[in-house]
């Protein structure tokens, strides 16, 4: 990167990371919205663990935009975990209530894709995060020196 470039990164939020990472919480509210407003679908300990994980994964994403933005490179890898969390959500409960025919069709195939699409934002959040996070923090080393 051009040094001036690198100079403006100590000054400017990352604009990128944060809004992928607010992108992948978005995703995963239409997920939230599109599962438990069917009224076909029985309540049971699973729904109860996944509000909880919801709620969390919502919270921690919000939180993670905001440390994107001023290049924590430990969030950037709290967000890549998030984002395999997410990929394993995706196989759990969309496939627990189609094999109990509760969740069929378009529904079925939105949720799983809302989690895809969330993981895939918030990888791709991480991954930018950490790439930024580790290009100032070196050329901070650099100037210090």
């Given at each position: 990167?051009?040094?001036?470039?690198?100079?403006?990164?100590?000054?400017?939020?990352?604009?990128?990371?944060?809004?992928?990472?607010?992108?992948?919480?978005?995703f995963d509210a239409v997920?939230?919205?599109?599962?438990?407003?069917?009224?076909s679908v029985v309540p049971d300990m699973n729904m109860g663990a996944d509000i909880l994980l919801n709620i969390l994964?919502?919270?921690?994403?919000?939180?993670?935009?905001?440390q994107a933005k001023v290049y924590s490179r430990r969030w950037s890898f709290i967000m890549i975990g998030m984002?395999?969390?997410?990929i394993a959500r995706s196989f759990w409960l969309p496939e627990y209530y189609r094999a109990l025919e509760?969740?069929?069709?378009g529904e079925y195939l939105t949720t799983k894709l809302s989690l895809l699409a969330s993981a895939a934002l918030m990888l791709a959040a991480g991954i930018v995060s950490y790439v930024n996070s580790t290009v100032l923090a070196r050329y901070l080393d650099k100037s210090e020196a």
């Open positions: 990167m051009k040094k001036r470039n690198l100079e403006r990164m100590r000054y400017k939020n990352d604009k990128l990371a944060s809004r992928l990472c607010l992108t992948a919480v978005v997920y939230f919205v599109v599962l438990y407003g069917r009224q994964f919502l919270l921690a994403g919000f939180f993670a935009a905001e984002a395999l969390a997410q509760q969740l069929i069709g």
